[in-house]
């Protein structure tokens, strides 16, 4: 695909003998919201630490804007504008918003711009700024992901992956992430999502990517994904007879 932003080639990735990824292949295109769904221990996360750069493949390609990234380690993949929101949202409950959000701008590519980074955020999340001063462990599950997805902004990233970042989340709070996530893509940034809500994710997502025991099981436009008989059967609770 001439216009991926990230491309991903024959990727293996294993722990010891076990296979978490067997030889899979995908694009990203650039400017885009791409979501990759699977049922659990299908190789998601283990796809985002390997892109992220914090395991190292077997073997196969993740070249990111013309550049295999393969050897990396995520400071120097996180440089290079590849941003992640990890699942737990893992922010820091004994420091303050601000100082969170401090802490994601720690990157050479993003020192001198922490103050519109930073606005950025509070403008995606204005709870943060009314919050900015309070330690991160005393805000409800929604506004920790609102801040996780906060810090991830302050490094200035081009490409985002988000780990199921509806979690635990209230129904309403999970509408305001994936509005929030929609309009990051709106304004340039790439987007992976990893979601356990499917026939969200495919609704909100452009093109789509079906994992399955380590493997490519269905890729391409997410409706055309989310119209598949398995996809509707599987993941969506849907029989050939619903289709409308």
Same mark, same amino acid.
């Given at each position: 695909?001439?216009? &991926?932003?990230?491309?991903?080639r024959?990727?293996?990735?294993?722990?010891?003998? &076990?296979r &978490?990824?067997? +030889?899979?292949?995908?694009? $990203?295109?650039?400017? =885009?919201?791409?979501?990759?769904?699977?049922a659990?221990?299908?190789?998601?996360?283990?796809?985002?630490?390997a892109?992220?750069?914090?395991i190292?493949?077997?073997?196969?390609?993740?070249?990111?804007?013309?550049?295999?990234i393969?050897?990396?380690?995520?400071?120097?993949?996180?440089?290079? +504008?590849?941003?992640? $929101?990890?699942?737990?949202?893992q922010?820091?409950?004994?420091?303050?918003?601000?100082?969170n959000?401090?802490?994601?701008? *720690?990157? /050479?590519?993003? *020192?001198? @711009?922490?103050n519109?980074? !930073?606005?950025?955020?509070?403008?995606?999340?204005?709870?943060l700024?009314? /919050?900015?001063?309070?330690?991160?462990? %005393?805000?409800?599950?929604?506004?920790?992901?609102?801040?996780a997805? +906060?810090?991830?902004?302050m490094s200035?990233?081009?490409?985002?992956?988000?780990?199921?970042?509806?979690?635990?989340?209230?129904p309403l709070? $999970?509408?305001?992430i994936?509005?929030?996530?929609l309009?990051?893509?709106? %304004? +340039?940034?790439? $987007?992976l999502?990893?979601?356990?809500?499917?026939?969200?994710?495919?609704?909100?997502?452009?093109?789509?990517?079906?994992?399955?025991?380590g493997?490519?099981?269905? =890729?391409?436009?997410?409706?055309?994904?989310?119209?598949d008989? !398995?996809v509707r059967k599987?993941?969506l609770?849907? @029989?050939?007879?619903?289709?409308?």
């Open positions: 695909m001439t216009d &991926a932003l990230l491309d991903v024959d990727l293996e990735v294993g722990y010891g003998e &076990a &978490a990824l067997n +030889g899979i292949s995908f694009a $990203v295109p650039n400017n =885009s919201l791409t979501a990759i769904v699977g659990n221990g299908a190789g998601k996360t283990t796809l985002v630490r892109i992220a750069g914090m190292k493949p077997k073997r196969g390609q993740i070249v990111f804007d013309g550049t295999d393969i050897g990396m380690d995520s400071s120097e993949t996180c440089e290079l +504008g590849i941003g992640q $929101v990890a699942e737990g949202r922010i820091f409950p004994n420091l303050t918003v601000d100082e959000l401090q802490l994601g701008s *720690a990157l /050479r590519r993003a *020192a001198k @711009s922490f519109v980074n !930073r606005q950025r955020a509070f403008d995606l999340f204005p709870r700024a009314e /919050r900015r001063r309070q330690k991160a462990g %005393t805000l409800s599950g929604g506004e920790q992901q609102m801040l997805i +906060g810090r991830c902004l200035n990233p081009r490409f985002i992956m988000f780990d199921e970042p509806s979690l635990g989340l209230a709070m $999970v509408e305001t994936f509005a929030a996530i309009e990051l893509k709106n %304004t +340039g940034v790439t $987007v999502l990893i979601e356990q809500n499917v026939a969200e994710s495919l609704e909100l997502a452009e093109f789509a990517t079906v994992l399955e025991n493997e490519v099981a269905l =890729s391409g436009a997410a409706a055309d994904v989310a119209g008989d !398995r599987a993941y609770g849907l @029989s050939a007879a619903d289709h409308q």
